[in-house]
């Protein structure tokens, strides 16, 4: 009787427990994009949650300031999310290296990129990628259309033109001339040196030459951007110094600054912000008849932490990500990330089709610290921040910004070596 009695308990447990659900998996992704959780939330995740049941996922940035180092030691902890929001080359490349993300080059829906999509997540040879391609960025300058109305200002397409035009907001008292502060350093570098820098050293011919040792940091293309940033510092208003970048977006959005020095990247948190038309104009050329250069830079993607406990679902997220239904919500829903999907994306912004209109008649080239000369000790493009600050702070002359950049890097790398 004893027996019979635990058998139907057992039975009756069983029964009971073939009925329980098996509760849903959470994905949860690292990024540096604290602006864009609202955009994740309510349409990215809820996107790819309908037509993926039993799948949960979590976006749950760090200040993009923290990012790397946070992001490197939840790695090495065994702590990070199951998706890892990828910087594009170096600082990618070595985790990679490190088998902190899993290689991805068997991936379906990775078809749908380029070899020059996916090259800023890839080996070198190019053999294996081991991040799903996001978006690009396009750097430029945003500005109060309002104000330049009533000052009588047209978009200046010269360093003369863009000097004259500071110096007119300035005269005229309304406005903070430019909106960038110089506290966390990395704006200066990107939305500064790295924003009118390619018009110097022409882009990828600039880039390349740097990379193969042909050129130096010491050299006038290089030096010159910073000459250049020395004369932003009396346009940027008092403070700058300890002025953040979300100080800094502040200022424009409100309607207190009449220009930004810009990323794309900034569209769909300004247009949710800011109460005045906004347009935008490329870096100005040193001089009327110049080829301009842009920075169109592959900007963000999403890899797979090879130790994730939901690398099956974290599989079928990244497969959502490489297909042209999230490049078409990504595209729009964020306006400045510019889909590296082959299909055509249809972007209804106005503000995200000026910049990338300038795609025709500028050359595009990356970031010049981010493919091969970050990768050893120090940091060139964490080194480019400190420098770019210092050269606008008035700590460094721009000569001397070149001499410390080329020394530091000459400490490691050796030109020959690179492939």
């Known amino acids: 009787m004893k027996y019979t009695a635990i058998l139907l308990t057992a039975t009756a447990l069983g029964g009971f427990a073939g009925n329980v659900q098996a509760a849903d998996a959470t994905v949860t992704i690292e990024s540096w994009r604290q602006d864009d959780i609202q955009v994740w939330q309510e349409k990215i995740i809820p996107a790819f949650e309908a037509k993926h049941p039993g799948i949960k996922v979590v976006f749950a940035p ?18 990070a999310g199951d998706i890892i929001t ?22 379906k829906g990775l078809e749908n990129f380029t070899p020059v999509a996916k090259a800023a ?84 011919e600039g880039r390349a030459a740097l990379i193969s040792g042909k050129q130096k940091l010491t050299d006038a293309d290089w030096v ?10 009396p346009y940027l208003g008092d403070g700058f110094e300890a002025q953040t970048y979300s100080d800094s977006q502040n200022l424009f959005t409100l309607g207190r600054a009449a220009i930004y020095p810009a990323g794309s990247w900034e569209i769909a948190l300004f247009n949710s912000q800011a109460q005045f038309k906004m347009g935008a104009f490329p870096p100005p050329v040193p001089k009327a008849g110049d080829q301009g250069y842009i920075s169109d830079h592959p900007d963000i993607a999403v890899g797979l932490n090879s130790k994730s406990p939901h690398a099956a679902e974290a599989k079928t997220f990244l497969e959502w990500v490489a297909s042209p239904e999230f490049a078409s919500i990504y595209a729009n829903a964020l306006p400045g990330f510019f889909s590296l999907n082959s299909s055509p994306v249809k972007m209804s912004d106005p503000l ?45 002359t721009p000569a001397v910004a070149g001499e410390k950049l080329q020394k530091g890097l000459d400490s490691w790398y050796k030109p020959a070596a690179a492939k």
């Not at 760090?62 to 702590?79: F, M, P, R, V």
């Not at 990828?86 to 991936?107: G, N, Y």
Request: charged share 25%; with cysteine.
């Open 62 to 79: 760090t200040a993009q300031t923290e990012y790397n180092a946070s992001l490197n030691a939840k790695l090495d902890a065994g702590s």
């Open 86 to 107: 990828c910087r594009p080359f170096d600082a990618s490349l070595e985790l990679f290296k490190k088998k902190q993300l899993a290689d991805l080059t068997d991936l």
């Open 121 to 204: 997540w890839s080996t070198d040879d190019g053999k294996s990628t081991f991040c799903v391609p996001m978006a690009s960025v396009i750097h430029g300058f945003i500005y109060n259309k309002d104000a330049f109305d009533k000052l009588g200002i047209s978009i200046p397409k010269t360093e003369d033109e863009f000097f004259a035009a500071l110096d007119k907001i300035k005269s005229d008292g309304t406005y903070i001339p430019m909106a960038m502060g110089t506290k966390e350093m990395w704006e200066a570098a990107t939305m500064g040196y790295q924003n009118i820098g390619p018009n110097y050293w022409k882009g990828e």
């Open 224 to 233: 010159k951007p910073y000459e250049e940033l020395v004369k932003w510092k």
């Open 352 to 396: 995200a089709r000026e910049f990338v209109s300038w795609r025709g008649p500028y050359k595009s080239t990356v970031r010049s610290t981010y493919q091969i000369l970050s990768r050893g000790t120090p940091n060139l493009e964490n080194e480019t921040w400190v420098e770019s600050a210092n050269v606008i702070n008035g700590t460094d």
